[in-house]
């Protein structure tokens, strides 16, 4: 069980990350927007869920790629930008921001000498268009399918084994299929580099992006909050769920002294 006081401080952390994010996005002219969890904080609580120990954001493919490029260089010490490149030993192929103030130990990672970063973090995921189809729509949920028992394990993949190879051929075939954002009749997907949720949003309930508070200052988030959230959550996202529904990464956070 961790501790309110503790929660309250790592989510000050990853805040702080949040909003050096932002700027390097502003600066830049990157595109994001706040996704599952941290939408629906948001939405709800305008700002994190309060047990919550993570914040989500999307990119569009080439914002995501050329954020690749850019961060490792602009993000400051207390952040390390974490990919299978920067940290060898990280099984997964989407970005997270790790800050340096604070570790986690998720559940998954229970006993495990998993070898990378494990601060605090905030997840980044690539996001892709598709032609609107009924064959597409079900190819995509059947190659999720398949990434998701060719991932390592994670929160949402406690029977994957982990297959790289594998993993890459399935992620370049739906990056094939990928239509740009210009494109009408398209749905919004996940690349499959995120392999939870086999979302599937209409492109012109995203974008244009809007501001919304959380925290007390404004991030983009999809033009219609309520159709990309009922896209990810099959419950009444609105209502608080039971206290034995109120899901969390963390079995352990331990703040470092600076």
């Known amino acids: 069980m961790i501790e309110p006081k503790t929660l309250a401080l790592a989510q000050n952390i990853m805040f702080e990350m949040l909003v050096e994010f932002d700027a390097l996005c502003t600066k830049h002219s990157l595109r994001y927007w706040l996704d599952s969890g ?22 569009p493919l080439e914002d995501y790629n050329r954020l690749l490029d850019i961060a ?33 130990v998720e ?47 994670s929160l949402h993949t406690p029977n994957g084994v982990d297959n790289p190879l594998k993993r890459e051929t399935l992620i370049e075939e739906l990056n094939t299929l990928h239509q740009g954002w210009e494109k009408k009749n398209t749905k919004v997907i996940y690349s499959g580099k995120m392999p939870d949720v086999a979302a599937w949003f209409d492109s012109d309930k995203i974008f244009p992006l809007k501001k919304m508070a959380f925290e007390g200052l404004e991030f983009p988030v999809p033009n219609d909050q309520e159709h990309y959230l009922s896209a990810l959550y099959s419950f009444n996202f609105m209502e608080l769920p039971p206290k034995d529904k109120r899901t969390i990464h963390a079995l352990e956070i331990t703040l470092k002294r600076s």
Not at 38 to 59: E, K, N, Y
Not at 73 to 81: G, H, Q, T
Not at 108 to 128: A, S
């Open 72 to 104: 490792p260089s602009e993000l400051s010490k207390d952040i390390f930008f974490q990919t299978s490149q920067t940290d060898k030993n990280f099984k997964f192929d989407y970005i997270k921001l790790r800050s340096n103030k604070a570790n986690i």
């Open 38 to 59: 941290t939408l629906l904080g948001a939405v709800r609580h305008q700002g994190f869920i309060p047990w919550d120990d993570d914040i989500d954001l999307s990119m």
């Open 107 to 153: 559940f998954h990672e229970k006993g495990r000498d998993v070898g990378y970063h494990q601060g605090v973090f905030v997840d980044i995921f690539p996001m892709l268009t598709m032609e609107d189809t009924v064959a597409n729509k079900t190819f995509y949920k059947e190659t999720f399918e398949e990434i998701r028992a060719a991932s390592s394990i």
